[in-house]
């Protein structure tokens, strides 16, 4: 006849395990809250050859989500909820970052996540183009891409030639414009 130990010592075991596999499993599926957790604005100017007027473009709807656009892994154990820590939800030109650890991430982040280029004489398939058709009444002048960005509690913008470098910041504006005139 077994003894009261023996018995409870098998009961004990498989509930322990249970308890362990539960453990494993809440740690592995909480997402914590972020070190990181802001959101800042990209907005793409274009101005088409031949037209005076430029049109707005924004980043595609869900870059960086499960199931959307996401062309690197590289910081994706960063993100929470499956997310890669730069993302957009929709097609605002809103950019989230999120990031269970502290790291500063870039423009050039953004863009990988997406599988766009960005540098300054090439960028969203549009090259620095200098040829007869670019030429007003006066002068021949080139189609070329600036960066401007507007830091948060200002409203002026201040180029930029960070590109990809530059370090995304809470509730800044960021101005890609492909233009003969820049981000005026």
Known sequence: MESLASRRLLLAVPVLAIVIVGVFVYVSVYDPSPAVSFRTMLIINIQHLG???ASRAFPAAGIGLP???MNTTRYLSDGTSGRYPVYTLDRTGIIYVHSR???AYTLGDFFQVWGENLGENYT???HYHNGTDTCGRT????F???MCVEPPDSTIFVPSVDWGNHVLVEQEIVVLAYSQIGCA
């Open 51 to 53: 037209s005076p007027n």
């Open 67 to 69: 199931g959307g656009i």
């Open 101 to 103: 650890v502290m790291r």
């Open 124 to 126: 969203l398939d549009l």
């Open 139 to 142: 002068l021949c002048s080139p």
């Open 144 to 146: 070329y891409w600036t």
